[in-house]
């Protein structure tokens, strides 16, 4: 079970490196002073890899909990 909690950490920190992209691309677009439209859209790209990243990493959480209470 020691694995499960070692893959479940792995994925866990692969997501929280994701959702961090997600919040220096949202910046970068902030900054870039674009028309509402435009923002709009590349937000919403953001918007699915945040959503994402946040699945992986409560996939990883969940295995980590389950790796430990097995153990």
Known sequence: MELLVWIGAA???VGLVIIG???GAA????KAGLPDVE???RLQKVVIYNMVALLISA???GM????VLLA
Do not use: E, T
């Open 27 to 30: 910046l970068r677009v902030r």
């Open 59 to 61: 996939l990883g959480l």
């Open 64 to 67: 980590v909990v389950m790796g």
């Open 21 to 23: 992209y997600c919040i």
């Open 39 to 41: 923002m709009r859209a």
């Open 11 to 13: 994925m866990a920190g």
